[in-house]
């Protein structure tokens, strides 16, 4: 596998703390065996990652 968990997961996990999710993004951690592991997105501006975050918790499809 290539990409990342699905949405409606990380949804689950992060409901109301788009922080929760700028924070693993900046500095992820390996947390599940049947991915690979992330790299850091920290490249990416504090507003962007913040954007990013609260768009993912939005989604609904």
Not at 10 to 24: E, K
Not at 32 to 37: A, I, L, N
């Amino acid at each position: 596998k290539m990409i990342g968990p699905p949405t409606q997961i990380i949804q689950a996990l992060y409901m109301d703390d788009p922080q929760g999710i700028v924070d693993y993004i900046t500095n992820p951690v390996k947390k599940r065996d049947d991915y690979p592991e992330m790299p850091p997105q920290n490249y990416l501006s504090e507003e962007v990652r913040m954007a990013a975050a609260e768009f993912m918790l939005q989604v609904s499809k």
